[in-house]
């Protein structure tokens, strides 16, 4: 979807609140979206909370950080993602958050997949 014609006016108004021209976008595709770049915290029953990004231990009450919501059969994979540099590099078994703030001075970070091995790079700036 990212790579087709679509990918132009979805980038364009998935943000709530976006002025652009949301006609003729399926609001699902929206929603992963927001889920993919916004989401760090969810409510107790799984709802979404799109207004923190910061550390977990200063989330709002009555949260907690989307990987620690339940989910059935979740256990079973490990995720990777990003995204959260105030969460800093999290290595679990089922979750691994690999963003590590470089674009805010920290290092880049990354999971080499054959062996699960970190490697990181100190920020050069």
Do not use: K
Not at 66 to 85: M, T
Not at 111 to 123: H, K, Y
């Amino acid at each position: 979807l990212l790579r087709g014609p679509a990918a132009r006016p979805l980038l364009a108004a998935w943000r709530p609140g976006s002025a652009a021209d949301r006609s003729g976008l399926d609001p699902e595709w929206l929603d992963d979206l927001r889920v993919f770049a916004l989401l760090r915290v969810v409510s107790r029953r799984g709802r979404p909370r799109y207004d923190f990004a910061g550390p977990p231990d200063e989330r709002p009450a009555g949260t907690l950080p989307w990987f620690d919501a339940p989910a059935p059969g979740r256990r079973r994979r490990r995720i990777l993602f990003g995204h959260w540099a105030a969460l800093g590099l999290t290595v679990r078994p089922d979750a691994v958050g690999l963003d590590t703030g470089c674009v805010w001075g920290g290092a880049l970070t990354a999971m080499r997949l054959a062996d699960r091995r970190i490697e990181q790079q100190e920020n050069v700036e």
